[in-house]
């Protein structure tokens, strides 16, 4: 097995509509590591009944936020499968200051590290003009997208001549107050990893496949410091 400590443990960390869920699918394969994302791990551990999705499940059904260490304890487990032996992508977590430092602590405790941490960086219009282009048929549940992958005819599905709807989230004046409430204590995490020498900024506005080659660039960097 790897020496933990040479384990390629990556964090992205961008807005929404950055393109990160995007990123760390090409990079799981690219690096034939898995993509670790928070929500995802939730999900698995509630459907499997596991210890550590019924302690998550008795705070989530008292509209309690689950505690930073049982989220910790959920990534810890899942890195130590065997499709996580040569590293992992984490997403979604840590999304404050207190989560890193915990994270941090947990991880040097078993001898590992975050080795890179990726910020996906896009201007907050052009996050609000990806976001909100979104629509999708409310008969087929095809999306498209205004600017990116628009129906041949305005507004029309393709497919079922319906009108095309779009989901409250996408709304600008929605997804504009996501950010607002997102992005502060994103780029506080990211001052974290900064000031350890560990992270780099990545423009995001570049197509998806310049992004992913400059994140695998700067995945093979060595770190200022561990």
């Known amino acids: 097995m790897p020496d ?21 699918e090409l990079l799981s394969a690219r690096l034939d590591i898995p993509h670790l994302a928070s929500g995802d791990l939730f999900r698995r551990n509630l459907r499997e009944g596991t210890p550590l999705g019924e302690q998550a499940r008795g705070y989530m059904e008292n509209g309690d936020l689950v505690p930073d ?12 499968e065997p499709d996580a ?16 430092e915990a994270l941090d602590r947990t991880l040097a405790d078993h001898g590992e590290r975050i080795r890179r941490v990726i910020y996906i960086d896009v201007p907050t219009e052009q996050l609000i003009q990806r976001v909100a282009g979104r629509f999708v048929c409310p008969t087929c549940a095809t999306t498209y997208h205004a600017a990116g992958d628009p129906p041949l005819r305005p507004g029309i599905c393709d ?6 709807t779009q989901r409250n989230d996408d709304r600008p004046e929605v997804v504009r107050a996501r950010l607002d409430k997102q992005v502060p204590p994103m780029l ?9 020498g560990i992270a780099d900024r990545i423009d995001g506005t570049q197509p998806i496949e ?7 660039r700067s995945a093979n960097a060595t770190p200022e410091r561990a």
Do not use: S, W
Not at 85 to 100: E, K, N, S, W, Y
């Open 210 to 216: 310049l992004v992913t080659e400059a994140i695998l």
């Open 69 to 80: 260490d049982l989220t910790i304890a959920m990534f810890m487990d899942r890195l130590a």
């Open 4 to 24: 933990p400590a040479e384990r390629l443990i990556l964090l992205l960390v961008g807005a929404v509509g950055a393109g990160k869920g995007t990123q760390a």
């Open 85 to 100: 032996a040569r590293g992992a992508i984490l997403d979604g977590f840590p999304r404050t200051v207190r989560q890193a």
């Open 159 to 164: 497919k079922e001549g319906t009108p095309l």
């Open 188 to 196: 506080a995490v990211l001052r974290h990893y900064e000031e350890a």
